[in-house]
């Protein structure tokens, strides 16, 4: 099937991306990786009459840190994710979350931010970035936000994103590394284990994900394969 005709337009700023919204945000889709969004054009299941590429815009995808936070640039693909030396370094929960997202072709064009705004109940990064305690940032022309990861999902494929309004990155400080997470599969259904006494957290695939805190555990409850798969 073909999609519904529909405009499009690819900035060469943020802020013209922005401005755009601005005036049709609530006709228009972002498109980042298009992995997810362009099956659902061609489905027909979304049918926005305008298209805004954010592909063309310079220095999105950056994976960064500044002022002991790490910020993910909108573009950053998982495949950024999974090369990058900083966070294999610094950030290894993020790091081993990566590569279990589908396959290199999809790791490849799929971005972390388009994940997370397109709130598949099945998609790795929510998970992730509720587990780590991340804020995301939301920008308008009317300025910037955060959102605390745990509030952002509203419901599966439904956020707190307004119409005029693009995810341009998360943060998430490094301290959490101390306490948090070492990861296994930070999927659906992942298991997030703590340092220190086990504590098993589950990250369920529910309406909209949410961090499930477990009794503490002991070694057995943890187990061999959960420690196979430790991050950090
Ligand atoms: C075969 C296949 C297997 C997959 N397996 C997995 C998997 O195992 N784990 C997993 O986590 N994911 C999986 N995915 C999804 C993949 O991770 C997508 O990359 C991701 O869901 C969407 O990212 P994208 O950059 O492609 O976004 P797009 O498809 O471009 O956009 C998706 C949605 O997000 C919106 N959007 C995108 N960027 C922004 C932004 N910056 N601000 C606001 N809105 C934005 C778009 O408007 C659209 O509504 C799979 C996809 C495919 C096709």
């Known amino acids: 099937m073909y999609p519904s005709r529909f405009d499009y337009l690819a900035p060469r700023s943020l802020e013209e991306a ?33 298209l805004l590429d954010l592909g063309r815009i310079p220095g999105l995808d950056t994976l960064t840190e500044e002022d002991g936070w790490l910020r993910v640039g909108p573009l950053a693909r998982h495949r950024d994710a999974e090369r990058s030396a900083l966070l294999r370094e610094r950030y290894p929960t993020m790091a081993a979350a990566a590569p279990q997202v589908s396959d290199p072709l999809v790791r490849n064009l799929g971005t972390i931010c388009g994940s997370l705004a397109h709130a598949d109940p099945s998609g790795d990064w929510g998970s992730v970035m509720i587990a780590m305690g991340a804020l995301l940032v939301a920008r308008s022309r009317a300025g910037e936000r955060t959102i605390a990861a745990r509030d952002f999902f509203d419901g599966p494929f439904t956020t707190q994103l307004q119409p005029d309004e693009l995810l341009v990155g998360t943060d998430r400080r ?12 930070a999927g659906g259904a992942g ?9 098993v957290g589950r990250v369920q695939a529910q309406r909209r994900p949410s961090l499930h805190r477990a009794r503490p555990a002991g070694r057995r ?6 420690r196979r798969y430790q991050a950090c």
Do not use: C, T
Request: no cysteine; aromatic share 4%; charged share 35%.
């Open 18 to 50: 922005l401005d755009v919204l601005g005036e049709r945000g609530d006709e228009a889709k972002a498109l980042a990786g298009g992995q997810s969004l362009i099956p659902l054009l061609k489905l027909r299941f979304a049918a926005p009459e305008l």
């Open 221 to 226: 409850r943890v187990g061999r394969g959960l």
């Open 174 to 185: 490094r301290a959490w590394r101390r306490g948090v997470p070492r990861g296994r599969r």
């Open 191 to 199: 298991r997030i284990a703590r340092r220190g006494p086990a504590r």
